[in-house]
């Protein structure tokens, strides 16, 4: 015969309690620690909103899930002394030769990612700089700020099944030019 303890069942709901509370904050603290990935970010926007081999406006704010004032995209090779110089900031994170992508919040680095654009993987980010166009000078870097965050992204398929995703200014005034 089973008897009823309210005492025992008012410990064992609580525990209950406890336990869903423990799981629902954990999964709640482990989804906003993941990772950033702009690329990713504009993979899926791109997937989903572009058609292939059409350039497609993108307005950089729809990619990011943080606040930002200005986007810089530097080639890659430019040393640090170059790159604080484009972003009017000191950088106390380690830099690498590869191009990257900086995220500027009240005069604080808010994110960076780092590209190369030799990959193996299905889908590769690529930044223009405008190397082959004739007439135009290269692009030392990309100044995009939050009222003008629209940029170009075109998709373009590989026979391989690899794509390529082209990441290119829209208007003259979020670019600055080699000298």
Request: with cysteine; aromatic share 16%; glycine share 2%.
């Amino acid at each position: 015969m089973i008897v009823f303890n309210p005492d025992n069942y008012l410990l064992g709901r609580k525990s209950q309690l406890v336990t869903l509370f423990i799981i629902f904050f954990s999964v709640f603290y482990l989804s906003s620690c993941r990772e950033i990935n702009i690329a990713e970010g504009i993979f899926d926007y791109t997937d989903k909103y572009c058609h292939v081999n059409d350039e497609c406006i993108v307005n950089m704010k729809n990619i990011t899930p943080f606040k930002w004032d200005y986007m810089y995209i530097i080639d890659n090779g430019f040393e640090r002394k170059a790159v604080e110089s484009f972003i009017n900031l000191k950088i106390d994170v380690d830099l690498d030769i590869f191009s990257k992508i900086i995220f500027v919040k009240d005069n604080r680095i808010v994110h960076l990612e780092h590209y190369i654009y030799i990959s193996d993987s299905e889908k590769t980010l690529a930044l223009n700089f405008d190397v082959r166009k004739k007439g135009k000078k290269y692009i030392k870097h990309y100044v995009i700020s939050k009222d003008n965050a629209d940029v170009f992204i075109k998709k373009e398929e590989m026979p391989d099944n690899r794509a390529y995703y082209w990441l290119s200014y829209s208007n003259e005034n979020q670019v600055a030019r080699v000298d």
